[in-house]
């Protein structure tokens, strides 16, 4: 597949900024953006902690597994993934060989800012206390450290992130597959 066809995914911890850089990002390619959390939502009439409730994490897993390995295969769309999804390998190995992944890092200590506007839409989170959450952050990172571009969000806001992966995807663009004038 052309490298300019390949869609974009976003990967990270909760509440990095994948869904809101996500959809900044496909304005600025003109594509369509696809927030698989939303799909899942959705497809069940029900919220992302609803579907925890009712069918189990379990459950939320499998079917998060099977919508995302669906959506890797689409092309030129922009996705943004749950930040639990990539650590299933089936979800890796669907984004690392049909998409451009980026890797959204951020500190723990910015990171833990926003903690109480994330608390009530992410059960991972509501079910642990913050020595817990600092650990399963830390523990996530290896999941994450397979990608094809790695940015830092410290201190930058979503739209200086987005203008950033425009940028650095041009340039792959450009120099992989440079367009015949
Ligand atoms: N670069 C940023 N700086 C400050 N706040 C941000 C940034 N990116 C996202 N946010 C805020 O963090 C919260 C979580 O963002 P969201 O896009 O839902 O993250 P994710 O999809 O990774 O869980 C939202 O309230 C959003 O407005
Ligand atoms: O990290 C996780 O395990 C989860 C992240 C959430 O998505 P965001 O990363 O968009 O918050 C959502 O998929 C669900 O609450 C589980
Ligand atoms: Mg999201």
Redesign the pocket.
């Known amino acids: 597949m052309s490298v300019r066809q390949k869609s974009i995914v976003l990967i ?1 911890f ?8 996500g959809e900044l990002v496909a304005k600025k390619l003109y594509r369509s953006f696809i927030d698989v959390d939303k799909e899942i939502e959705k497809d069940f009439g029900m919220t992302i902690p609803e579907i925890f409730e009712q069918h189990g994490e379990a459950f939320f897993r499998d079917y998060e597994k099977k919508k995302t390995c669906a959506l890797a295969q689409e092309k030129l769309k922009v996705l ?1 993934i749950g ?1 639990g999804a990539f650590l299933q390998p089936e979800i890796r190995q669907a984004c690392l060989d049909n998409c451009i992944v980026f890797y959204l890092d951020v500190a723990w200590e910015e990171w833990k800012e ?1 903690l109480d ?2 608390i009530d839409s992410r059960p991972v989170l509501k079910s642990r206390n913050i020595n817990e959450i600092e650990e399963l952050f830390y523990k996530r990172q290896d999941a994450y450290s397979i990608n094809h571009s790695k940015l830092t ?1 410290n201190h ?3 739209e200086e ?1 987005a203008d950033f992966i425009v940028d650095s995807l041009k340039h792959a663009w450009d120099m992989y597959e440079p367009l015949n004038d």
């Open positions: 990270g909760m509440g990095v900024g994948k869904t809101t850089i943004s930040g926003r506007i994330l969000v930058r806001s979503a992130v």
